[in-house]
């Protein structure tokens, strides 16, 4: 994708979503920026631009974001109708300009779901995600009790693939990506990485059932096989697994045992 | 401020260490400290700053425990926080390679590393917990990486001459925060933790004198929050962004910490930073952060740089008898693998002599040819894969093809606020844990450390030492009606409205990129006594500058980053004066503080124990008055004080 660069750098026209709060509506703005350079970051972009609106006393753009190294989740973004941007495997904060011709037109809005509602601009409300954690994404063990860490061996394929699924960055483009703006992935991940490690098994049904209930509670949508999940994911998070987390949701509807609530006092 | 420190003789610093022999103090310690009966907990409640691997895994064992924990963060979730960027490992003395690591290996490893600049007994603490850690780790389902058999894997890291560090590929920090973070969500969804997030801790409140809450702002509708409590606990880690451009997440900041010290916590050995060797150089005036390539990369990569000053010539067209390995040229027996502060000293003072490489001359060499033709292509893709990608996204180059071009970024505080050895600061109730303290890596920290010492503070230390200040003080109930928030709210309201109304013609952001530079220039790898005498005068220039020409849009009613961010600066500009004025004042050279006029004939650090052989603990007495020196003494009484040496 890499393009012939500007010699003063790019001139990109942003076309971006601003919304003052959660209920007001919102509408594009455009900006034309001269000279962007193509070793800039796409959210360094923004910076330069935000710089500029506030040299003119204008409200800046605002936007998520905290390590600007793909790995906290903060970034989002949806960049001409991709989640994250156009690369593969990248977030938007670790997207950078030299992708982009001289004279291009970007389009950029905030990840839309029913269940991320809009805070401002471009910012979005994704603590749904923590409360679906909340319900179940844990092993329970309390701090002191664990057995000695080589007690208990784990084959190295079965912990890699853990590991796969542990990598979800919890940001939230699959929600964005999906038309039925479904958290499945997002579950999936959770789900398998922990359903992977024999620590997990005692807990199997109860985390299938109860997170399964918590993202339907949030209003997250069902999953129609679109897997543009999979596509927009930053950090690759196999589709494979949300069949996984629907067998295990399956096994643990058969098994019914109930589903957990708080954890037991005293835990 | 006036150029001299007020130096007080009597010490108020009791550092509480335990007596007896070295490996039994903790264990004695637990023993003499007093316990709170499991119903009486639920009792206390606990406001707890800060989500990181400290907050977290404090948070969490305490509700477990039975206490009542509110907890708060900036980010909009408590994953996000920055040790989720930690990359290469976490370090404890299981010694499952059998290579002769022990609890006393890693101590004493720890403070011959940190410079003879830490508290002995709080790092053999530490190493003696490491192991539980992993313990704990590993029942939460954290994916370490494992060898064929099932057993974990280990690897050597940031020179150690012991394979003692736990990894989870290159996101150890991402998978140990996430174990915590679980643990934490369990317990919010018990109901025994009250989870908020974007919100920001703007002051500390005393009730007769000792640490009873906190004012917070929730950053999503601007409202000021008053939360009172029986202790807390501030996790909010290191303060590496008052050098604008460093490897710590764009919102880390010294607010907690600094308004805590206001309030009257002692701040200890805030000139304490580390500069880490191997990050991305700087690409442009737009840089908004530095990313760090894991040092693990030196393992295989070997450093150089022309031989020749000024040669522009492309790396690949330079001949190998032309090439100066300096690394292993000065240090034979270490090689590329010198600890941070020698490696990142060496690369600016190869740039220095005009040998930089790049546009900017501001980077050196990091080449994988003679691996990849030793080990193979893939070889080396198995093991940095991901890393090679990062650099590649960044900087449009292939590092298979053309050597990495790395600089050393600041990357690590190890000053903080002064705790004692129950992680208490010198304002009763007020404990600081994780990189926001400062008690265990002296002055350098060693890789793989940070993590192993904030999960060991939230998991098994403050666990304990909590009880010291709940059992064994009087703690009479005290509401957010007190007139002590009613103060703290209006004078963090009556900042916030100060910063709105100065409406002038520069953006917090380009004031803080100006400390930044200041600091970086004068204040970072090498430092003396002219160059911050001059830096403590541009920090106090821009501070000005500051309250009287910054530009906020907005209000502080709403969402508003600039605003955000605005506040931080504020405290950052009033920051950066104690950190330069610790480092006029520490006249040696030690771990990351290095003053060129301490040094040996060959360039080496010369640490001067007859002198600074001590904790140097800041009192606050007021912005542009002089504050009050304080020394804890360092007594060394099993690793004794030698000059270390990588040649
Ligand atoms: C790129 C990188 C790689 C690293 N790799 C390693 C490694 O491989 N091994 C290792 O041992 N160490 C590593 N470190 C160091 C290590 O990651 C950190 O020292 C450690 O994670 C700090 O943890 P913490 O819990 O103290 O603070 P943090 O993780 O920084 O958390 C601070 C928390 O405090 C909150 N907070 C801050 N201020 C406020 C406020 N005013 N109000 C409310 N909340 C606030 C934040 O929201 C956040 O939740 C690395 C650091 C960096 C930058
Ligand atoms: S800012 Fe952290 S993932 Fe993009």
Redesign the pocket.
């Known amino acids: 994708m890499s393009a012939p660069t500007h010699a003063k750098g790019l001139r990109i026209t942003l076309r971006v979503w601003r919304q003052s709060g959660p209920s007001a509506s919102g509408a594009f703005e455009t900006h034309a920026l001269e000279s962007v350079s193509p070793d800039m970051s796409f959210l360094e972009m923004l910076d330069v631009l935000n710089e500029s609106l506030v040299g003119t006393g204008k409200s800046p753009i605002s936007f998520d974001h905290d390590c600007r190294?793909g790995i906290c989740g903060a970034c989002s973004l949806v960049i001409d109708g991709h989640a994250h941007g156009p690369d593969a495997e990248t977030t938007t904060c670790q997207l950078h300009m030299r992708h982009y011709r001289d004279g291009a037109t970007i389009t950029v809005e905030p990840f839309r779901a029913n269940a991320f509602p809009v805070v401002r601009d471009l910012v979005v409300d994704r603590s749904a995600f923590d409360r679906i954690i909340a319900a179940g994404g844990f092993i329970s063990v309390n701090t002191g009790s664990a057995p000695e860490a080589n007690s208990l061996p784990v084959g190295k394929p079965l912990a890699d693939e853990a590991m796969d699924n542990a990598a979800c960055i919890g940001c939230g483009a699959c929600v964005a990506a999906c038309p039925n703006a479904s958290a499945m992935l997002f579950v999936a991940a959770k789900i398998s990485h922990l359903k992977l490690l024999p620590q997990g098994a005692p807990e199997r049904e109860s985390r299938a059932l109860a997170m399964v209930e918590a993202m339907d509670k949030e209003g997250f949508g069902n999953c129609t096989n679109h897997y543009e999940c999979g596509a927009a994911c930053p950090k690759g998070i196999p589709v494979s697994s949300i069949a996984r987390m629907n067998r295990e949701f399956l096994r643990a509807s058969l098994k019914s045992s109930p589903p957990r609530g708080a954890a037991p006092e005293g835990a | 401020m006036s150029d001299t420190t007020s130096k007080s003789g009597g010490s108020r610093l009791d550092s509480k260490v335990p007596s007896g022999p070295m490996a039994e103090r903790w264990t004695r310690h637990k023993f003499d400290l007093k316990l709170i009966n499991p119903a009486n907990r639920r009792k206390f409640h606990l406001i707890v700053?800060?989500?990181?691997?400290?907050?977290?895994s404090a948070a969490a064992s305490l509700a477990e425990m039975g206490y009542r924990v509110t907890v708060?963060?900036?980010?909009d979730s408590?994953r996000?926080?920055?040790?989720?960027?930690?990359?290469?490992?976490?370090?404890a003395a299981k010694n499952y390679p059998n290579d002769g690591d022990s609890v006393h290996r890693l101590f004493y490893d720890t403070v011959k590393g940190g410079d003879f600049r830490a508290r002995e007994s709080n790092v053999h603490r530490l190493a003696e917990v490491s192991t539980r850690i992993i313990d704990q780790c590993v029942a939460q389902g954290v994916p370490f990486a494992r060898e064929y058999g099932g057993l974990l894997a280990n690897r050597s890291?940031g020179g150690a001459q012991v394979s003692r560090t736990f990894y989870a590929r290159g996101q150890?920090?991402q998978q140990l925060?996430l174990g915590a973070y679980s643990a934490l969500e369990r317990q919010v969804g018990a109901g025994r933790v009250k989870l908020l997030a974007r919100?920001?801790?703007?002051d500390l409140v005393l009730v007769d004198g000792i640490a009873r809450g906190i004012v917070?702002r929730n950053l999503v509708t601007g409202e000021y929050e008053r939360h009172a409590g029986d202790a807390v606990l501030m996790?909010?880690?290191?303060y590496?962004n008052v050098f604008y451009l460093?490897?710590?997440?764009k919102?880390?900041?010294v607010?907690?910490t600094w308004r805590a010290h206001k309030r009257g916590a002692f701040f200890a050995n805030p000139c304490f930073t580390q500069i880490h060797p191997t990050c991305i150089p700087v690409s442009g005036d737009h840089q908004s952060k530095l990313?760090?390539m894991?040092e693990s990369l030196r393992n295989d990569g070997r450093v150089w740089v022309p031989e020749r000053s000024g040669d522009k010539r492309a790396p690949n067209e330079i001949p190998e008898n032309e090439r100066d390995y300096y690394l292993e040229r000065l240090y034979p027996s270490f090689g590329n693998l010198v600890p941070r502060d020698v490696a990142s000293r060496s690369a600016k003072e190869q740039c220095d002599l005009k040998k930089g490489v790049g546009e900017s001359g501001m980077a050196v060499y990091l080449d994988f040819r003679d691996a990849i033709a030793r080990d193979s292509e893939d070889a080396i893709r198995a093991r940095y894969g991901n890393l090679f990608q990062m650099y590649e996204r960044i900087t449009g180059e292939d590092p298979y093809r053309v050597p990495m071009r790395i600089y050393p970024a600041v990357?690590?505080t190890m000053g903080g606020l002064w705790v004692d050895y129950n992680l208490e600061s010198t304002l009763p109730g007020l404990f600081v844990?994780?990189?926001?303290n400062f008690s265990d890596h002296g002055a350098n920290?060693l890789?793989?450390?940070?993590?192993?010492?904030?999960l060991a503070d939230?998991y098994f230390v403050i666990p304990a030492t909590i009880a010291s200040h709940l059992a064994g003080r009087k703690l009479a109930p005290v509401t957010t009606d007190h007139a002590a928030f009613a103060e703290a709210e209006s004078s963090a309201r009556e900042r916030i409205a100060r910063i709105l109304s100065v409406q002038g013609k520069r953006s917090a952001d380009s004031i803080h990129r100006e400390l930044g530079l200041t600091m970086w220039n004068q204040c970072g790898m090498a430092r003396d006594k002219a160059g911050l005498g001059q830096a403590l005068e541009k920090i106090r220039a821009l501070r000005e500058e500051f309250w009287e020409n910054v530009r906020v849009p907005g209000d502080s009613k709403n969402f508003n980053q600039t605003l955000e961010h605005a506040g931080r600066v504020a405290d950052f500009l009033e920051f950066a004066e104690l950190l330069a004025l610790d480092a006029r004042e520490r006249e040696e050279s030690c771990g990351g503080h290095f003053r060129t006029e301490h040094q040996t004939p060959d360039g080496e650090a010369r640490r001067d124990d007859e002198h600074f052989s001590h904790a140097s603990a800041w009192e606050f007495k007021g912005v542009g008055e002089a504050p009050a020196l304080h020394k804890e003494p360092l007594n060394f009484e099993i690793v004794h004080p030698s000059t270390r040496s990588y040649k």
């Open positions: 190294e | 700053v800060g989500t990181g691997l400290a907050g977290s708060l963060c900036i980010q408590p996000r926080a920055h040790s989720i960027a930690a990359q290469g490992g976490i370090n890291f150890t920090g925060l919100r920001e801790m703007l917070a996790c909010t880690g290191g590496g460093s490897t710590n997440a919102a880390c900041n607010t907690a990313t760090l894991s990357h690590y844990l994780g990189e926001a920290r890789g793989a450390s940070a993590l192993m010492q904030g939230g």
